[in-house]
């Protein structure tokens, strides 16, 4: 009972953020697919395709393209729950708006635990967000966790919940420092011995040490194809 009140108690967070957030607020639904495949036992690759659209702006609800992300990572296991990862990124944005193209690398470093049937784990990102006009440096740290909604395993046909809390540092020259904040919460299904659906929220206070910070809400759909 206690594992089965966390996604109602995140969700309700989120929600309350959401109502708190009105009068500055932009929402997107991104649905996303990803595809990981285990290269050996210790390496393995992870191609993504997610699609983010405008659902809420300027307090007009509508449906229109933002962006387009192909992205791959290369993940190589240091130890049974540590790993390190390079990734890279290219979004598409001059397609749909008025916006530069940006290419992205990523360098990164994860650590898990699992101490009982929740798993934690502990994720540090350093991306380098180019382009035309300028070069981003971002720092993020993300501390997540995950658990099964029924038993103390995961088996087909039944349903988990994953959540996070992410903390994260941009800088640029010329630019102030920006700092943001996110707050997840999904809920999967594991559909076959390879396939995972999931779908939820996820609430981003942008730029909050400024006199105007910003507050976007997503609407998530994934499904994650694992071989």
């Given at each position: 009972?206690?594992?089965t009140?966390?996604?109602?108690?995140l969700?309700?967070?989120?929600?309350n953020?959401?109502?708190?957030?009105q009068?500055?607020?932009t929402?997107?639904w991104?649905?996303q697919?990803?595809f990981?495949?285990?290269v050996?036992g210790?390496y393995?690759?992870n191609?993504?395709?997610?699609?983010r659209?405008?659902?809420?702006?300027?307090q007009?609800?509508?449906?229109?393209?933002?962006?387009l992300?192909?992205a791959?990572f290369s993940?190589?296991?240091?130890?049974?729950n540590?790993s390190?990862?390079?990734?890279?990124?290219?979004?598409?944005?001059?397609?749909?708006?008025?916006k530069?193209?940006?290419?992205?690398?990523t360098q990164?470093?994860?650590i898990t635990?699992?101490p009982?049937?929740v798993?934690?784990?502990?994720?540090?990102?350093?991306?380098?967000r180019i382009?035309?006009?300028l070069?981003?440096?971002?720092?993020?740290?993300r501390?997540?966790?995950d658990?099964?909604?029924?038993?103390?395993?995961l088996?087909?046909?039944?349903?988990?919940f994953?959540?996070s809390?992410?903390?994260l540092?941009?800088?640029s020259?010329g630019?102030?420092?920006?700092y943001d904040?996110r707050?997840?919460g999904q809920v999967?299904l594991?559909?076959?011995?390879?396939l995972?659906?999931?779908?939820?929220?996820?609430y981003?206070?942008?730029?909050?040490a400024?006199s105007f910070?910003?507050?976007v809400?997503?609407?998530?759909?994934?499904?994650?194809?694992?071989?």
């Amino acid at each position: 009972m206690y594992f089965t009140k966390w996604p109602i108690a995140l969700l309700l967070l989120l929600c309350n953020c959401w109502l708190g957030a009105q009068e500055n607020l932009t929402g997107y639904w991104q649905p996303q697919f990803s595809f990981n495949y285990d290269v050996t036992g210790t390496y393995s690759q992870n191609f993504l395709v997610a699609n983010r659209n405008y659902i809420l702006e300027e307090q007009q609800f509508l449906l229109k393209g933002r962006q387009l992300d192909l992205a791959h990572f290369s993940t190589l296991k240091i130890q049974d729950n540590q790993s390190i990862a390079l990734g890279v990124q290219y979004r598409f944005r001059s397609n749909f708006e008025n916006k530069e193209n940006e290419l992205r690398f990523t360098q990164q470093y994860n650590i898990t635990h699992k101490p009982n049937v929740v798993r934690f784990g502990h994720r540090l990102r350093v991306e380098q967000r180019i382009t035309k006009p300028l070069t981003i440096h971002r720092f993020r740290y993300r501390w997540a966790l995950d658990f099964p909604l029924k038993g103390e395993n995961l088996d087909l046909g039944e349903p988990y919940f994953v959540g996070s809390f992410e903390n994260l540092l941009s800088v640029s020259k010329g630019n102030s420092s920006q700092y943001d904040f996110r707050l997840t919460g999904q809920v999967g299904l594991q559909i076959g011995p390879t396939l995972k659906l999931q779908a939820g929220m996820e609430y981003r206070l942008e730029d909050y040490a400024s006199s105007f910070p910003k507050n976007v809400i997503f609407l998530l759909t994934t499904a994650q194809l694992s071989l």
